[in-house]
């Protein structure tokens, strides 16, 4: 069984009978469909702006949560440099008690 390629021989198929079908419909009919695909793409356009909306809001929100999780980095950085820094000195302690000097 052989599967149809859809090409450009088709696409023009496709624009040839819309035309035809375009041709047989009145002023009404062709009027009524321009007012429906007009109200569709209305509706499409509407659900566009709409995620394109929560979708900035998502980002602000997002750019917000980073600049907040970079501070607590900086700061946990910070924490365990300061850490060390204690544990050093404790340990420079322990050795000079093991050692018996001060």
Known sequence: MKTHKSGPLDSLR????????????DIDQ???KLTERHEALAESMELVVDLQRKNEEAHQR?????EKSQVLIVEVIE???SLARIAHMHESRLSN??????
């Open 97 to 102: 008690l093991e050692g018996g000097t001060r």
């Open 14 to 25: 496709g624009i040839w009978r819309r035309i035809i079908r375009l041709s047989e419909m």
């Open 30 to 32: 062709r009027l009524e």
């Open 79 to 81: 924490s365990v440099n």
């Open 62 to 66: 997002n750019e917000v949560l980073l």
